[in-house]
């Protein structure tokens, strides 16, 4: 499904981000990506949905060849990952649903799929009766659900999670675990990247681990390992 | 392309159109601006075209004589004319028919020349020389020119025809159309230029939806489309302001030359001829306008 093969990463400034990753993530698996801040996780996740291009190395996500990739492929890619971020990034001025529907739209999914769709994905991110809410009027953990909703919505194999509980407080970051692990279990593969020790070490997930630009620790059912 | 998604371009570069306000007014308003003096030059270089048209079909050489050459010098010069052969007739218009004909010419304004009579008539004798190819025109009249060659008297004043008068007028007009070029040049690359900020404004308005359309995965030219829209839309309400404005224009400067030209023999273009190219030109150009602005800010600001 994604595989980093000999990856290095160096930025324009001269900040090497990764050396040598080599990871091989196999389809429906769940992995968290673990380390101090600075220490490549971000770089290792913006690799995979190519918002940067390895300095070495070869990766392919899905099939794609990223290293041959042409620039205009690139939304094609795109279409099969869904990303998450810690500030969720939703659009102020639209609705829940909105929000949902125009990930749909921007792809030109035929109308009427996207209703269908978009409130299925809201049903299962429990979201259906803040349909019509905007943004300012939700809270943050509802906020980060209309988030996964649009990540999901266009049927990705993978779902790249950026700190997706960054924001939010333990309770609410369960909830959103919870509906991360359903989204696995019906097929998705999950990379998600986070400071969340319990989170880690209650799940009970693949975890690598990544230290100044290296990989140090890949484990199956592995824990957070670093001191808080 | 979709249907939806085609007018999903067309709503969203309407949107901005109407978000970016006084932006779109001041680029909608340049446009106008640079393409009225264009269909304005347009219009008059138009109707010269035509003007020159009809003098040189009035293919006739009108030939002045010296004040006072004496009648025997006169019929020698009219036998001398007639001996070219491109020549087809030759009518001679003494100093009173001259004086009629001016009279007529300038109709209720005859007055001016209230005062000036037999006796004291300014304008000389002359002939009026057909010729029996109106492209000969210039060959026989370089003839009559030459008659005065083997004159010691130099008895032909002026020799006159259509194409003479055409080249002059050609002169001045390419003049003022050259100027004219360098004006409207100057205000469309103004009006690309408002039209490429408000583009920007535009994408830095939308650059939010902008990387989340690029992270779910639109294509490029999809969310290039709706700025081109934008800017296409632009350019083509500021030329169709500019093309209704025009065409109003010049139906009321017909209408009200209408009398005056027709007394002399002239008419202007009329509108349903000018409508093609006047209101093409102005609305092709302004779109075109409206679009390469909108390409340079989407170069230059949208990195997709």
């Known amino acids: ?228 | 392309m979709r249907f939806s998604t085609f007018s999903r371009h067309i709503r969203e570069g309407t949107k901005s159109i109407i978000r970016n306000g006084w932006m779109s007014f001041a680029s909608i308003s340049s446009i106008a601006v640079s393409l009225f003096i264009l269909g304005v030059f347009m219009l008059l270089t138009l109707n010269v075209n035509r003007f020159a048209d009809q003098v040189e079909s009035q293919a006739q050489i009108r030939v002045f004589l010296e004040l006072d050459t004496p009648e025997e010098k006169i019929a020698s010069i009219e036998r001398q004319i007639k001996l070219i052969p491109e020549v087809k007739s030759v009518v001679f218009v003494s100093k009173h028919d001259a004086l009629d004909r001016l009279r007529e010419t300038l109709g209720e304004n005859a007055d001016v020349l209230d005062g000036y009579e037999a006796e004291n008539n300014p304008l000389p004798d002359g002939f009026d020389v057909d010729v029996f190819e109106p492209r000969q025109i210039g060959v026989a009249a370089e003839k009559i020119k030459a008659l005065n060659d083997t004159d010691p008297d130099k008895s032909i004043m002026r020799v006159r025809y259509g194409e003479e008068t055409v080249k002059q007028l050609f002169r001045i007009t390419n003049g003022i159309r050259n100027i004219g070029l360098v004006i409207v040049l100057g205000l469309a690359v103004t009006a690309m230029f408002l039209i490429s900020t408000s583009i920007r404004m535009t994408i830095y308005a939308r650059r939010r939806e902008i990387a989340i359309m690029k992270l779910v995965g639109a294509t490029n030219g999809f969310i290039r489309w709706p700025f081109f829209v934008e800017g296409a839309l632009t350019g083509l309400i500021g030329s169709l302001i500019t093309a209704a404005g025009l065409l109003a224009g010049y139906a009321q400067v017909i209408r009200s030359t209408r009398l005056d030209l027709g007394l002399m023999m002239f008419d202007l273009v009329p509108l349903e001829e000018a409508l093609g190219p006047v209101g093409g030109v102005v609305v092709g150009l302004g779109t075109l306008i409206g679009i390469f602005g909108s390409i340079l800010s989407v170069r230059k600001y949208l990195r997709v």
């Open chain 1, 1 to 228: 499904m994604i595989e980093f093969h000999g990856v290095w990463k160096t930025y324009p400034d001269g900040t090497v981000a990764l050396q040598s990753v080599n990871v091989l993530i196999e389809r429906n698996e769940f992995v968290f990506i673990v380390g101090p801040s600075g220490a490549g996780k971000s770089t290792f996740m913006k690799l995979i949905y190519r918002e940067e291009v390895p300095t070495k190395g070869q990766i392919s996500v899905n099939g794609f060849n990223l290293g041959k990739l042409k620039p205009r492929k690139i939304p094609y890619l795109r279409r099969n990952i869904g990303v998450i971020f810690q500030d969720f990034r939703l659009l102020p001025k639209l609705t829940a649903y909105e929000n949902v529907a125009f990930a749909m739209e921007v792809v030109e999914t035929p109308r009427r799929l996207i209703k269908k769709r978009t409130l299925e994905a809201l049903e299962l991110v429990g979201l259906k009766n803040k349909a019509n809410s905007l943004p300012s009027q939700l809270s943050g953990g509802e906020q980060q659900r209309v988030a996964i909703a649009r990540a999901i919505v266009n049927n990705p194999a993978v779902i790249v999670a950026d700190e997706p509980t960054g924001n939010l407080d333990p309770e609410t970051s369960w909830e959103i675990m919870k509906l991360l692990e359903e989204i696995n279990y019906r097929g998705t593969t999950i990379v998600m990247a986070t400071h969340n020790s319990a989170i880690v070490n209650a799940m009970r997930k693949r975890v690598i681990a990544i230290e100044k630009g290296i990989i140090v620790r890949d484990e199956p059912r592995g824990e957070y390992g670093y001191e808080i």
